[in-house]
């Protein structure tokens, strides 16, 4: 394939340069195209020799062959990594004062963008304004990751890794993969339950591991409708540039049940990751409780349904259900039997359990599962990132599908 790479000036470009050696060690055709200011982090040599193309920055070189629109017309993908607020602004803007401008505004293919910047200029008003308007015009935005940043500080900004922009990239250009064409419903994040407008009874789920699940899903080419509950800040923000995803936001646990039904009346294949609350407050009060209105003596609760139960006994004809559950073993026998326990009072044909504790799997970016199947046999062991427990978890379900 014929992909253009923009590199712009951030620190981040040298990690461009493993980008573009992924994509050519793929066996794609790499043109990189880097702006002034890039050049001064990553120099024209080294592109040249990663790319094993001949690099041009400026719009006056090889005039005879129309550089300036030729790169953009000829393109099957564009990504531009790092992009920073600079370069956010000027694409939305349509600026066209270098190569990679004309480029952007000659190309019909699909563009994929990774920013990276400081934590503030991300969250910066006119930079959130500059994301959305480029989304609405079809652009895809993957990362910023969560992370530690250049200055010492920590926060979204990162540029995403490599190789996640390149899986991220190739999926949006080819829709083909092993779960092509299938319909998938999954939840995620954490329902809230209100006691009055302004408190509410949470959860620590951060919301990240079903945003992974159905990115992983979109990637291997399924149709994905995600229900989310309460994330953190950032979880979102690959699934919500992924084309094949449609995103539903739900607060508490009675909505993401209804909004789940929905979903799932035409998916082939069901994963509950959301930490759905258990109960709800009995009656919630229309207005601020305070201590003036006397001493609280217990909060009643009600019990909220079981969601996943009742898809489970609702599924249609051929539908995979998958459900999680986090818990707090003794030990990694405890857990399996409790992850079986489970299983089967769900009733699903796949449980995904893992070990939780105070400070381990909620924030934390990497995750460790076992996957529980019917006949309580070990279907999978997984560990790392929530990208790859995630593609356990798919490689499951086609392993249920396909037997
Ligand atoms: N779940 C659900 N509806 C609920 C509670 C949980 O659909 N009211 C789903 C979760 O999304 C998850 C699975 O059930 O896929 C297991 O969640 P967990 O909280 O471990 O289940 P519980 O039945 O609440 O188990 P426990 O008795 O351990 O609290």
């Known amino acids: 394939m014929f992909i253009v790479v923009g590199v712009t000036g951030g620190i981040a470009a040298y990690k461009t340069v493993h980008l573009v050696r992924l994509l050519v060690t793929g066996g794609h055709d790499v043109h990189v195209i880097p702006t002034a200011d890039a050049l001064k982090f990553v120099g024209l040599t080294t592109w040249e020799a990663i790319s094993r193309n001949p690099v041009t920055t400026s719009v006056h070189e090889d005039v005879s062959e129309v550089r300036h629109v030729a790169l953009g017309r000829r393109a099957e993908l564009v990504i531009v990594a790092p992009a920073t607020a600079n370069t956010l602004a000027a694409m939305t803007a349509g600026l066209a004062d270098d190569l990679l ?20 200029m991300w969250r910066h008003p006119a930079t959130t304004a500059n994301v959305e308007t480029l989304r609405s015009r079809g652009v895809h935005i993957v990362g910023p990751a969560d992370g530690p940043l250049t200055g010492g500080d920590s926060g979204p900004g990162r540029m995403a890794e490599p190789e996640q922009i390149v899986a ?9 993969g092993d779960l092509a064409g299938l319909r998938v419903a999954v939840s995620t994040g954490g329902t809230r339950e209100p006691i009055d407008p302004v408190r509410y009874i949470g959860n620590r789920s951060s919301g990240r591991q079903g945003a992974e699940v159905a990115v992983a899903a979109a990637e291997r080419g399924a149709r994905v409708r995600l229900v989310a509950a309460h994330v953190d800040e950032g979880a979102l923000a690959e699934a919500s ?20 039904r929905e979903a799932a009346t035409d998916a082939e294949a069901v994963v509950m990751v959301a930490a759905v609350a258990d109960y709800r407050v009995a009656e919630v009060a229309d207005r601020k409780l305070s201590k003036e209105d006397g001493p609280l003596q217990t909060l009643a609760l009600l ?6 139960a009742g898809l489970v006994a609702h599924r249609a004809e051929g539908q995979t259900i998958v459900g999680f559950a986090a818990e707090t073993p003794e030990d990694d026998a405890d857990l399996l039997e409790r992850g079986r326990r489970k299983r089967r009072r769900k009733g699903v044909d796949l449980l995904v359990v893992n070990k939780v504790g105070w400070n381990s799997g909620f924030e934390s970016g990497d995750n460790r599962v076992i996957v529980v199947g019917a006949d309580d046999e ?26």
Not at 101 to 120: D, I, K, Q, W, Y
């Open 241 to 260: 540039a992924h084309p094949r995803i449609e995103i539903t936001r739900v607060g508490t646990a009675e909505e993401l049940g209804a909004a789940m």
């Open 101 to 120: 401008g004309t480029t952007l505004l000659a190309t019909s293919a699909p563009v994929v963008v990774a920013p990276a910047m400081h934590t503030e």
């Open 378 to 403: 070990v279907v999978a062991e997984a560990s790392g990132s929530k990208r790859e427990v995630a593609d356990a978890v798919w490689d499951a379900v086609v392993g249920v599908r396909s037997s």
């Open 303 to 308: 019990q909220n349904e079981d969601i996943l």
């Open 168 to 176: 991220s990239a190739l999926a949006i250009v080819s829709a083909d």
